[in-house]
Nanobody, 125 residues
Framework: EVQLVESGGGLVQAGGSLRLSCAAS????????IGWFRQAPGKEREGISC????????YYVNDVKGRFTISSDTAKNTVYLQINTLKPEDTAVYYC??????????????????WGQGTQVTVSS
C-alpha cells in the first residue's frame, strides 16, 4: 500500500522557518518523483516544488525560488521541504504527492496519483 505522510507544519511568525517532511512507503522510492503542493483557502492546489529521485533534479515555481528548498533522504524514504522567510501568503495546507515524473505549477495536481493527508502551515504577521 502506497503511503505518504506529511509532518512539520504549524503556526509560525512571519520571517520564521519550517521544515516539512514527507515519509513515503509502499513504492520504489528511488525511481519516483515527489512533489510538494499547497492549497490556500479558496484557491486551487498548486504544485510548488518537486524532486526527481531518479536523477536528483529539483524544480520550483517562481514564487518560491530562493526561499524553499526540496531535498530527500534515501535511507529514510523521506522528502523534505525547507521553507525560509515565511510570509503570511504562505499560509496553506501543504501536501506531498508521488508521480513517475516531476511536474509543478497550477495544473500539476491532476498528474499525481498518490497523496498524503496534508499538513497545515499558518504564518502570522
Amino acid at each position: 500500500e502506497v503511503q505518504l505522510v506529511e509532518s512539520g507544519g504549524g503556526l509560525v511568525q512571519a520571517g520564521g522557518s519550517l521544515r516539512l517532511s514527507c515519509a513515503a512507503s509502499g513504492f520504489t522510492f528511488d525511481s519516483a518523483a515527489i512533489g510538494w503542493f499547497r492549497q490556500a483557502p479558496g484557491k486551487e492546489r498548486e504544485g510548488i516544488s518537486c524532486i526527481s529521485r531518479g536523477d536528483g533534479g529539483t524544480y520550483y515555481v517562481n514564487d518560491v525560488k530562493g526561499r524553499f528548498t526540496i531535498s530527500s533522504d534515501t535511507a529514510k524514504n523521506t522528502v523534505y521541504l525547507q521553507i525560509n522567510t515565511l510570509k503570511p501568503e504562505d499560509t496553506a495546507v501543504y501536501y506531498c504527492a508521488a508521480n513517475v515524473a516531476c511536474l509543478v505549477g497550477g495544473a500539476a495536481a491532476d498528474f499525481y496519483r498518490y497523496w498524503g493527508q496534508g499538513t497545515q502551515v499558518t504564518v502570522s504577521s
